[in-house]
């Protein structure tokens, strides 16, 4: 028995001595913009790959002697573009990619520093679209180093 004569060793006030560190806390989902981080990133990759096999079976299926004869090509022949829709597609493919990526990137590292949210996802996200702006300028430096 307790002070008030009841065996409850509750106090009758209605509060209950449980210290907010063992209260049960909400489990914890996953992101949502982690998750989108995630889908862009693999879409863009998939994009990005398409781009580039679309540039080279056009390349392959045309003799060029180097970059500049394809743009003198190109140029002389403008009311024929239909010829040259592959490698146009692909140059805006490659464009939107990359536009895409850098967006995830953004809502990957939101999804990263979102509180009471599992990150996984984010990480993922984080780490598949910074592949593709990675990439991309290694390309570039390789093409530069080439003399292209």
Not at 4 to 12: A, H, K
Not at 108 to 123: D, L
């Amino acid at each position: 028995m307790n002070e008030n004569g009841s065996e409850n060793q509750f106090p009758q006030d209605g509060f209950t001595p449980i210290p907010a560190a063992y209260e049960e806390q909400p489990p914890k989902t996953q992101s949502k913009l982690g998750i989108a981080s995630f889908i862009i990133g693999l879409i863009s990759i998939i994009g990005f790959i398409i781009a580039i096999i679309l540039a080279t079976s056009f390349i392959m299926n045309h003799n060029f002697a180097d970059s500049n004869t394809l743009q003198q090509e190109i140029e002389a022949n403008m009311a024929d573009i239909e010829a040259y829709a592959p490698i146009i597609g692909a140059g805006l493919l490659i464009i939107g990619s990359m536009g895409a990526s850098i967006v995830g990137l953004i809502l990957g590292i939101v999804g990263a520093c979102a509180k009471n949210k599992r990150k996984a996802f984010s990480i993922i996200g984080i780490v598949t679209n910074g592949l593709l702006p990675v990439g991309f300028i290694g390309l570039f430096l390789i093409g530069l180093a080439m003399g292209g």
